[in-house]
């Protein structure tokens, strides 16, 4: 199993920016997909931003042109830029990898971190 460990959020103000950060436990470099997922309270949990072993990202509509997904492949981490953060963008983020490997899927989950964003 992979263990993913988030960090780096916490309480900004709104235009605030954060970036977040996602430890793997093993390497990622055969990972087909890494994405960061949020869900506030009361809603269902959705795709933020994800990125691919190629490189090929994607975006929620809401977060797009303020977020940016990278993926440090030697350090077994993804991140997340987060800049002009509304209180919108309030919610537990979660940090997922998903591999295929023959018939066999493998998705993982981090514990999730809190952003708040507030005056």
């Known amino acids: 199993q992979v263990q993913l460990m988030e960090s780096g959020g916490g309480l900004v103000q709104p235009g605030g920016s954060l970036r977040l950060s996602c430890a793997a436990s093993?390497?990622?470099?055969?990972?087909?997909?890494m994405a960061w997922y949020r869900q506030a309270p009361g809603k269902q949990r959705e795709l933020v931003a994800a990125i691919t072993s190629a490189g090929n990202t994607n975006y929620a509509d809401s977060v797009k042109g303020r977020f940016t997904i990278s993926r440090d492949n030697a350090k077994n981490t993804v991140y997340l830029e987060m800049n002009s953060l509304e209180p919108e963008d309030t919610a537990v983020y979660y940090c997922h990898s998903h591999t295929t490997r023959g018939a066999r899927e493998y998705d993982y989950w981090g514990q999730g971190t809190q952003v708040t964003v507030s005056s």
């Open positions: 093993r390497s990622i470099f055969r990972t087909y997909t």
